[in-house]
Every structure is written in C-alpha cells, then in structure tokens.
C-alpha cells in the first residue's frame, strides 16, 4: 500500500512539486529553528565557569591621560576599594563578560598548530572575584617576577584543543610576532557571553599598572573594567557613597557603577533576538505551507470523488478510506522530508559550524521531521473525513 502512495505521488508530480518544494523548505527552516533552539538549552544548563552574583563594574574612562597619570589613580582607586569593608576583592579586567556582540581574538601557535581564541586580560585576584575554578596550576599573582616569557591562565576549551591529555601548565606558545608565552594555569569553563552563548576557547594575559609594559598596554585600550565582590545585602546608598568616593580621587575621569547581574539579563536578551526572529519567520513560514497543503489536499479529494465513491462501493470502509487521503499527504511529506535531509545532514558532515556539537543537530532533525509529519497529518484529517462520508450513490450522481 506505501508503495502505491508513492506512486500515484509520481503520478502527479506536476500537480504535487510544488507543495513538496514547500514542504522541503519548511524543514529546512524548522531544522534551522530546532537547532537554535536546541543549542541554546544545551548551553543554558551548562555551568558557566565563574560567579556573577554580588559582583559590581566599574566602568572607568580615563580619556586618553597620560600612562603615569593614569597608574597613579589605578592606584588611588586600589587603595580605596581594599579600605572598604564591604568590598571583598577587587582586580582589573577586560574581557567583555556578558557582552556577546564584543570579541577579542587572538591566534597561538603550538608545535606548529594554529590556535584561535578569545582574549582576555585580567589583574590578580579575578579568579577569586569571579570564584574561578583553577583546573592547573595557579591564577596569576602581583609578585610574579617578570619573566622572559608572558604568563598566560587558559581555559580547559583552550586546552584539549592542543593537550587534552597532558598537562597544559609550562607548555610554550608563540604568536605571530614569535615572542614566547608560558601557560601558568587553567581553569575550566569561561563562557563570557552568558547561559545562552556555547563554549569557547579563552585566553588571559595579566594586566597590571604596576610594570611599564603592561601599563602601556593597559591605556591604549578603554575597554578596562575594576571588578569587585561586594558583601551580600550591601544596602543600595554604598553605591553612591563608593562612587562618590571614587569620583573625588579620579575628577578628571568619567565613572560608573553596574552589576555584573544586570549585564547578565541584557546580554540573555541579546542572544534571545536571533532565535525569536528564527522562530517566528519559521512559524509564518509553516503556517502557509500548512494552509497550502491543506488546499491541496481538499481540492484534490473534491475532484476524485468517483473515485472514492467507486472504492466505497467495491467495500472500501471508512478507515480505509481515511489511510488512503492521510497516506498520500505523509508519503508527499516525505519525499519533501527526504530532500531536506539530504541537504541538512551536510551541515554536521561537513563540520559548517564547529561549535555546534553533532547531538545538537541529529536532535534538531529528529524533532523536524516528527513535527512535518504532525502537521501533514493534520492538514489531511479534514479533507479525508469529508472523502470517507461520500457515498457511492452521491459519486455516480456528481458523475
């Protein structure tokens, strides 16, 4: 009986390659939605590698001062925020926590191979900031004594991509400059961007003002923030006091005070918008598929009434009669279905997007082709009641 289906498909491949091309489409568009969707639940119940709650930013803007000058009020505002009882730790950083639209990358090379990532800076005490998890070795510290080598914390992503089974701590880098860097520890997750944002391979080099090099490096950037840990249930009047103090010691600057929480929900809302527009651009989408399939079926069945009439008199009963109408639609569906697969299985294949892992996507197809299916079925139960309540008599009377 499925392979009459699929002939009389063929039978009337003129009349039906249109809504299968529909049907192709649709896939392909709920595919790209159930992957999104997918990967950002994968993503959300992952940990994301460091602790935002009770955390404050200060966003400062020291408008192109001279270095000296600048390290000078770094160190001003250091001695102020260490002398502050309800601040429990504090260090510089610049590496764009929940701000998903910034990036900052760099290339590596090990042995030969290229290694891309994020990069960050951050001063010592971040990782207690941020109750960072240190895998190897050790964050980096004040009393490092500067080296010939640049230390460099990486992140366990980073790791496996060039030493997943040995240790990563004393292992060299080199950039494209081939000055050499020292891997001095590792930690586990950093998904800077929030719940939403996958996995990526993150690198931090310290920041300091307290060595001529990093200073330098440290003003010509203004993407530089002062993380500190606040006792929780600070009241909400320490902000102004704090800022006000702040403000006396860097008149010349311009300051503000947000939480780390807040960035958090503005950065959930960012990477909300895509698969929102994905999703509702999909529902449009299959809706007038839907409504296509439906017309189709109908107009189809309207006109083969002496034929379901002459099956009904050769005994044809109503659930027959329902499997034929029904059978059709999901055969057609799945001619459309076969053709996405096709297309939608090179993406895994062909490893199009390495961040999405390959369970991410079999889930996606698996779920589209279930919800094609549903909705085909439905599109023909109103077309195959009306087919199984015509009547022999009636056919040969329209005749």
Not at 24 to 35: E, R, Y
Not at 258 to 284: S, W, Y
Not at 384 to 391: D, E, N, R, S
Request: aromatic fraction near 14%; proline fraction near 3%.
């Amino acid at each position: 009986m499925i392979k009459q289906f699929f002939k009389l498909i063929w039978n009337r491949k003129k009349h039906n390659f249109f809504m299968i091309s529909g049907i192709f489409v649709s896939f392909l568009a709920l595919s790209l939605v159930a992957t999104s969707i997918s990967y950002s639940i994968t993503n959300y119940v992952k940990p994301l590698g460091f602790n935002y709650e009770d955390v404050w930013i200060l966003n400062i803007d020291w408008k192109n001062l001279s270095p000296e000058s600048v390290g000078k009020t770094l160190a001003q505002i250091e001695n102020t925020l260490k002398s502050t009882k309800e601040i429990k730790s504090h260090a510089l950083s610049a590496n764009y926590i929940f701000q998903p639209m910034v990036y900052s990358g760099m290339d590596y090379y090990y042995e030969g191979k290229k290694l891309s990532c994020f990069l960050g800076e951050g001063g010592p005490g971040l990782s207690e900031v941020l109750d960072m998890e240190l895998v190897e070795g050790k964050w980096f510290e004040e009393v490092d004594a500067p080296a010939h080598r640049t230390p460099l914390v990486i992140n366990t992503d980073f790791k496996n991509k060039f030493s997943p089974d040995e240790k990563a701590v004393g292992k060299i880098l080199t950039d494209d400059d081939n000055d050499e860097y020292e891997i001095i520890g590792v930690i586990g997750e950093f998904r800077r961007s929030g719940e939403l944002a996958g996995s990526e391979s993150a690198v931090f080099r310290k920041s300091s003002y307290h060595d001529e090099k990093s200073l330098k490096r440290l003003t010509a950037d203004n993407w530089y923030r002062i993380l500190f840990k606040v006792e929780k249930g600070s009241p909400i009047a320490f902000e102004a006091q704090l800022l006000n103090r702040l403000k006396s010691i860097a008149r010349d600057w311009t300051l503000r005070i947000d939480t780390l929480d807040k960035a958090r929900k503005r950065a959930f809302k960012t990477t909300l918008i895509l698969p929102i527009i994905l999703t509702v651009v999909c529902g449009f989408l299959t809706i007038n598929v839907a409504l296509g399939l439906f017309g189709i079926v109908w107009y189809s069945t309207n006109r083969r009434k002496a034929e379901i009439g002459l099956r009904r008199a050769l005994g044809a009963n109503t659930k027959t009669i329902y499997a034929q109408i029904v059978g059709e639609t999901l055969a057609m569906a799945t001619i459309g279905i076969a053709a996405g697969c096709f297309l939608a299985f090179q993406f895994p294949i062909l490893d199009v997007f390495g961040f999405i892992e390959d369970r991410v996507y079999y889930f996606a197809y698996a779920f589209s082709i279930i919800g094609i299916y549903v909705i085909s079925a439905l599109c023909a139960l109103y077309p195959a009641w009306l087919a199984a309540k015509i009547q022999p008599a009636e056919a040969l009377r329209n005749e």
